[in-house]
């Protein structure tokens, strides 16, 4: 029983770190040499403990993983060089930045600050990813669901789920649709290779994870990113994949509400006298 629960354990763990972002970089002296043993820090209101520290290897390289969505700042520092911070560092979805750094040698205490830059690319993924954030989902007149945002990417393909109970079809429209489901697919992929994940853990069912029953609270999810393409290898499939990553809580109380109505004045119709 301990090596079933040992194994389902690490089952969960990669599909746990795909909702993650990563900060990644090489440290350099101004002569071009790595430096190992550096001190490099990426701080963020995102993070819970707000600071998270890491050092750099023999070869002078850096990786900090599993980043909450949101603005960050890096700072790297080592004795006798003066300190390098880079700020508007912005991660979504699984994204990982480049942040490279040139220590310059210095005696006294100096902080180099790094405010306007190219924007930061991701060059250690090739997945295809769309991320879709609050704001986006709020101002969308759709049913608010994930599958519903995730029709919005051009080339994206509907299909009715076993959740879907409305008879309308698989391409809502307007919020006509209500709080139901709908399977992706793109590129000619099959809709049962569709997974929808909450933080990266699988909302599936357990005999078919490509169905889910889960109807997410649009006002309680931070952002929705979307692999389209080339998928990470730590899935087993490789269709479209939709992660939910849920907002963070607070100390204070507050609340949302939202409401949506619809009638037979909203609606089109082709029932002319004749038909009747």
Do not use: C, K
Not at 47 to 62: A, K, N, P, S
Not at 63 to 80: C, E, K, N, W
Not at 82 to 90: K, P, S
């Amino acid at each position: 029983m301990r090596r079933l629960l040992a194994a389902f354990i690490l089952l969960l763990v990669p599909s746990t770190l795909f909702a993650q972002g990563t900060i990644t970089g090489v440290v350099r002296d101004p002569s071009g040499a790595v430096l190992p043993g550096v001190t490099v820090e990426a701080s963020s209101p995102a993070l819970i403990e707000r600071v998270r520290t890491v050092v750099t290897d023999g070869t002078g390289q850096y990786r900090i993983i599993d980043l909450r969505p949101g603005a960050y700042v890096v700072t790297v520092s080592l004795s006798g060089f003066n300190t390098f911070r880079r700020e508007g560092i912005e991660l979504s979805g699984s994204f990982t930045a480049t942040v490279n750094a040139v220590l310059q040698v210095g005696s006294v205490e100096q902080t180099v600050t790094v405010t306007a830059e190219t924007a930061i690319v991701d060059v250690q993924s090739t997945t295809q990813q769309r991320v879709i954030n609050h704001e986006v989902a709020d101002a969308v007149p759709s049913s608010r669901m994930p599958s519903s945002l995730g029709a919005l990417i051009p080339g994206m393909v509907t299909a009715i789920s076993a959740a879907n109970f409305t008879g309308l079809g698989s391409q809502e429209v307007g919020g006509a649709g209500g709080d139901t489901t709908t399977n992706l697919s793109i590129h000619g992929g099959q809709n049962t290779d569709f997974r929808m994940n909450l933080n990266g853990l699988s909302t599936g069912w357990a005999n078919e994870t490509f169905e889910t029953g889960y109807t997410p609270n649009m006002s309680a999810t931070q952002e929705i990113t979307i692999d389209a393409a080339a998928v990470s290898a730590e899935s087993p499939e490789g269709g479209v994949r939709l992660n939910i990553i849920p907002r963070d809580g607070g100390n204070t109380f507050n609340g949302t509400l939202f409401g949506s109505y619809a009638s037979e004045h909203f609606a089109a119709t082709n029932l002319d006298a004749d038909l009747r």
